[in-house]
């Protein structure tokens, strides 16, 4: 392991142990990164939705509280067309439910990101800002938004969940690679093809994608605890990105009844469901999962999956129920334990 | 490693390398089981087809050849009722490939296995035989068989796709549990639930199952080299059984168009059917498995789902092609390489 930790990966980024927080819009909190980057990880804060302003303030904020990398994180997929017809079938199957709810079935807010998030005032704010690492997930931005990163000389990673898609971003000059096997929570990174029926379990596409390209791998899906850890450096991976964990974290800022399921969860109550967004992503099976099941042929694409449904998931969550929320959560669900993220990135290296 | 090898399992079976050869119904010789035996691993030679008269012979033919121990393997499901209806609506389904090869469709066999196969024969032919080993797939034979099992020592396997599978097998008396990761290839083990969706990757699997028995594990699934055996042994697996390698050994018996199927297939070709038994099932995806991917409703139960496909399977694997055939293998195919049974072995063992 003493060799491992002294892999170039580790030591360009100045990371101690190879443990990544994973970026989880919307649950990732200031002091979670911080305690992280402190704790000798990368810590990973989530920009997709934050004005470019906010983004180098944050960065700069960040900064103050920790010496260690910092990674920013941007959805990186492109623009989407509507599709009215799809939308008005898709809004009929999810109707009953405003019903039960009691809302209004026209209250839903237009749909956020049909334009890449990833544009000209996000490159800018990075170049004023400087983070260590940007992650992607969902590929890559333009070729010429890389190339500006590049000049900052920002550690660029993005997700594979194939061997294809991780040959396709170290050509588009990616310098990690994150291999996000079958078992990882939340959305699939997948850009050039979303038949889960190619994606591999973690234990398989690790070592195939370490062979398959010359950039650093880090392993992600199912790892939950130290020998998780152990297993991925085993696999070939220079270090390991872990989300589910950090969310059982008292920084992840998770609404209570989401943090009640993860704390009932067990590994093999997840599913993968495209019915929250349009894309596929792993949650903790409920009554909404199970309701429409049968009903994803009918799913609008991504991104306009994720207005239909947030009156449902806010008005649901404020009424204390995890019933139809997306309980984001990977099949290492049952390892999380309620500590702290420093503690946690300890406790993760300490078997490595 | 060292304090691995040492572990009570592999102690109690005179294993000296952490490596069990799948039975693999039809594919394994006997020189394979001997030559796994002979470098320290534990060969197993699938006896659900054999007569039982056979299955004392063929334990008595290797005894002669290897000091090392041996498993003797059986399929445990239950009886099975034929559906008229059913069958005919599938026959129908695969009446288009019957026309094709120029077969009659009234040609197929009586199923075979629609009563358990391991009954008072087999189990007098092991007591008269006594294997070190043995192991069972799609759960257990019924108890008082299990007992007689016990009371000649053997050491009795089975495996466990999800966590209350591994409790229940414990709890049934099984004295280590295979647990088998969804990137396993060939028929998936479950007996409690055939829903994939509640089904783990190895990664997530096997500690998680660790954690659940007190029984020792072998970690399955997506294990093609060297590093997946440190992997799962950092997992908490006390050894590690392959299939899909041992597959590309000389020593195994694999008509050749399945044998360059093997050859030519990434991990990712792979998919989960039911089309060639009734139960899942992960094979290298062919022209027959994309044609019947949305026939699988109409799917007869197992075991008839084998009778319906004999004739298509035996009549394609003569005229060369690939196309029809089962072609068992796990996400792990990438690996594969065309050595011997005790070198795979060898190499398997070494960097773990």
């Known amino acids: 392991m003493a060799k491992r930790l002294s892999n170039a990966f580790l030591t360009n980024l100045g990371m101690t142990t190879p443990i990544i927080q994973a970026p989880m819009t919307g649950y990732v909190s200031e002091a979670m990164v911080v305690a992280v980057s402190n704790a000798g990880g ?57 019903d039960e709810l009691g809302l209004e079935r026209d209250t839903q807010p237009p749909s956020p990101m049909t334009v890449p998030v990833f544009g000209e005032a996000q490159c800018a704010a990075l ?14 931005p333009a070729e010429h938004f890389v190339a500006r990163l590049k000049a900052i000389r920002a550690t660029i990673l993005s997700s594979a969940t194939t061997v294809p898609e991780a040959r396709w971003l170290e050509e588009h000059r990616c310098d990690a690679i994150i291999a ?17 029926a190619e994606q591999g379990g973690t234990m398989a596409l690790v070592p195939q994608i370490v062979d398959a390209v010359r950039v650093p791998v880090v392993a992600s899906g199912g790892i939950g605890d130290a020998r998780g850890v152990a297993a991925a450096i085993a ?31 067990r ?48 008005a649901s969550l404020k009424a204390g129920s ?30 490595a």
């Not at 990973?44 to 904020?61: G, V, Y």
């Not at 270090?239 to 009844?257: D, H, I, N, R, Y």
């Not at 992503?281 to 947030?310: C, E, H, K, S, W």
């Not at 999380?336 to 078997?351: D, K, M, N, P, T």
């Open 42 to 98: 990368l810590g990973s804060l989530p920009a997709t939705l934050l004005p470019p302003d906010t983004i180098s303030e944050s960065i700069a904020a960040l900064r103050k509280r920790t010496q260690g990398p910092i990674a920013v994180n941007f959805l990186a997929h492109s623009a989407a067309t509507p599709d009215a017809d799809r939308d008005a079938v898709w809004r009929a199957r999810l109707a009953p439910f405003f």
């Open 127 to 140: 170049e004023r800002a400087r983070p260590d690492v940007v992650s992607f997930h969902l590929g890559l």
């Open 180 to 196: 996000q096997g079958l078992e990882a929570g939340g959305h699939r990174g997948s850009f050039l093809s979303t038949d889960l």
């Open 235 to 265: 696999l070939g991976a220079s270090a390991v990105q872990l989300g589910t964990a950090f969310l059982f974290c008292p920084e992840a800022q998770v609404p209570l009844p989401y943090r009640e399921a993860l704390r009932k969860a």
């Open 267 to 314: 590994g093999m109550d997840t599913v993968v469901t495209t019915i929250y967004s349009g894309l596929p992503a792993r949650v903790i099976a409920n009554r909404f999962t199970r309701a429409l099941r049968d009903a994803q042929d009918d799913m609008v694409a991504f991104p306009f999956g994720i207005a239909a449904v947030a009156p449902l998931v806010g």
């Open 322 to 351: 995890s019933d139809i929320a997306p309980l984001w959560a990977g099949q290492g669900v049952g390892f999380g334990q309620s500590i702290g993220a420093g503690e946690l990135v300890r406790r993760l290296s300490a078997a």
